[in-house]
């Protein structure tokens, strides 16, 4: 892990509602499929698709100095459901979250106080996350998307949390290089 004493920072953005709508508009067919499934996490392979339908969301990271990026994840939580716990098996160390639909809900981290992880097959495309169902952990820290963007550490163990009657959506975006300049942002 890079990064070990960091776990999570709001990012400002001034442009948050232009930035939502973009995303809810390309995103809008897979967010409808995830929500039949209640639960699930898809890659984003369109990724020049994706750069052409958010102006904005471009724009607010090249400001912010951010890399190209390594890929995109649209992640959906049903209502009334916790998502695993876990920490992410990815190359990079950071992820900028924003959330589209998150009222009420948030990303809780965890501490191992004994226990180890163990690797776990994800989704279709030959991802693995890192379980620590045999593990003993303890509540660290949380952050909500209710308000703006969020920086995070995926290494960190974690889980979402969807207390709510609705389906909490939200999209996980992972560059090129981490954008460890943001830590101090």
Same mark, same amino acid.
């Given at each position: 892990?890079?990064?070990?004493?960091?776990?999570?920072?709001?990012?400002?953005?001034?442009?948050?509602?232009?930035?939502?709508?973009?995303?809810?508009?390309?995103? *809008?067919?897979?967010?409808?499929? @995830?929500?039949?499934?209640?639960?699930?996490?898809?890659?984003?392979?369109?990724? &020049? #698709?994706?750069?052409? *339908?958010?102006?904005? /969301?471009?724009?607010?990271?090249?400001?912010?100095?951010?890399?190209?990026?390594?890929?995109? *994840?649209?992640?959906?939580?049903? *209502?009334?459901?916790? &998502?695993?716990?876990?920490?992410?098996?990815?190359?990079?160390?950071?992820?900028?979250?924003?959330? /589209?639909?998150?009222?009420?809900?948030?990303?809780?981290?965890?501490?191992?106080?004994? #226990?180890?992880?163990?690797?776990?097959?994800? #989704?279709? &495309? #030959?991802?693995?996350?890192?379980?620590?169902?045999?593990?003993?952990?303890?509540?660290?820290?949380?952050?909500? /998307?209710?308000? &703006?963007?969020? @920086?995070?550490?995926?290494?960190?163990?974690?889980?979402?949390?969807?207390?709510?009657?609705?389906?909490?959506?939200?999209?996980?975006?992972?560059?090129?290089?981490?954008?460890?300049? @943001?830590?101090?942002?």
């Amino acid at each position: 892990m890079k990064y070990p004493d960091f776990w999570h920072k709001e990012i400002p953005c001034s442009n948050q509602q232009a930035i939502q709508a973009e995303l809810k508009t390309f995103l *809008a067919d897979r967010i409808t499929k @995830l929500e039949k499934i209640g639960i699930g996490f898809e890659h984003i392979d369109d990724i &020049q #698709g994706f750069v052409e *339908a958010t102006p904005s /969301l471009n724009a607010w990271l090249k400001e912010l100095g951010c890399s190209f990026y390594r890929n995109i *994840a649209l992640v959906v939580i049903g *209502a009334n459901k916790n &998502q695993n716990i876990h920490t992410d098996a990815q190359k990079n160390d950071l992820a900028l979250n924003i959330g /589209l639909q998150v009222k009420n809900t948030t990303t809780q981290m965890y501490k191992i106080a004994e #226990g180890e992880p163990v690797e776990v097959p994800y #989704g279709s &495309q #030959g991802l693995v996350y890192i379980s620590y169902k045999n593990c003993k952990i303890e509540p660290y820290t949380n952050f909500s /998307l209710e308000f &703006q963007p969020v @920086l995070f550490n995926t290494k960190h163990v974690h889980n979402v949390v969807n207390p709510t009657d609705a389906t909490r959506i939200a999209i996980s975006m992972r560059f090129i290089e981490d954008p460890a300049h @943001l830590l101090n942002h």
